[in-house]
Nanobody, 132 residues
């Protein structure tokens, strides 16, 4: 059973930076992170979970929500079974629980799933709080 574990959340001042990590393990025999597209989602109190950024199984194609473009960067290290989300210029509106999720797709492909319903493996989330 694929397991995803997020880390790197915390308290940061407006304008600051954080790097989130999503470590994957528990692959079915013969599968690796190169078989999965990964997405980062977030959920603020009282709001629905929303997509932040996603990357293809190869890591070569990415997608960003308009609200985080030019501030956040997603990267995928298939050799280390880890996906990162570098978050810069954080604002109060970025406060949320951040989740990573996986969608099994073509190995090392370029398809980037953007619909939350496409993802069927989820981590437990990590809290990001932006506050002065």
């Amino acid at each position: 059973q694929l397991q995803l574990v997020e880390s790197g959340g915390g308290l940061v001042q407006p304008g600051g930076s954080l790097r989130l990590s999503c470590a994957a393990s528990g692959f079915t025999s013969g599968f690796t992170l190169a078989d999965y597209a990964i997405g980062w989602f977030r959920q603020a109190p009282g709001k629905e979970r929303e997509g932040v950024s996603s990357t293809s199984s190869s890591g070569g194609s990415t997608n960003y929500a308009d609200s985080v473009k030019d501030r956040f960067t997603i990267s995928k290290d298939n050799a280390r079974n880890t996906v990162y989300l570098q978050m810069n210029s954080l604002s109060l509106e970025d406060t949320a629980v951040y989740y990573c999720a996986a969608d099994q797709v073509l190995r090392n492909g370029d398809y980037v799933p953007t619909d939350i319903l496409e993802y069927d493996h989820w981590g437990q989330g990590t809290q990001v709080t932006v506050s002065s």
